[in-house]
Nanobody, 123 residues
């Protein structure tokens, strides 16, 4: 249906920035909501941000606190997460996902997932 691949993760110091990208392929015309989630071995998968694929509605977790911006480029079948003012607690594997038809912020509501990209923020 839809295949997703993340990129842009890496190691940054606290206060630094990263831009994550998620390239979509396949049946992209049916994409509904695309979102970012993150996960550590100690925590369950956690919602970060989401955006309507063919709209402009955006959604953010409370912990984002204005530091992150989600966007997408329909022509390039790519969505992004610009992360600024990163904190050590942002360290996680970040996943992009598509779906969210019954729950924008619920991981279980998403149908398609990328393999993830590691983000590490040093203190």
């Amino acid at each position: 249906q839809v295949q997703l691949v993340e990129s842009g993760g890496g190691l940054v110091q606290a206060g630094g920035s990263l831009r994550l990208s998620c390239a979509a392929s396949g049946r992209t015309s049916s994409m509904y909501t695309v979102g970012w989630f993150r996960q550590t071995p100690e925590k369950e998968r956690e919602f970060v941000a989401a955006i309507s694929w063919y709209g402009v509605s955006t959604y953010y977790a409370d912990f984002v606190e204005g530091r992150f911006t989600i966007s997408r480029d329909i022509a390039k079948n790519t969505m992004y997460l610009q992360m600024d003012s990163l904190k050590p607690e942002d360290t996680a594997v970040y996943y992009c996902a598509e779906g969210g038809r019954w729950g924008t912020m619920a991981a279980a509501a998403y149908d398609n997932w990328g393999p993830g990209t590691q983000v590490t923020v040093s203190s």
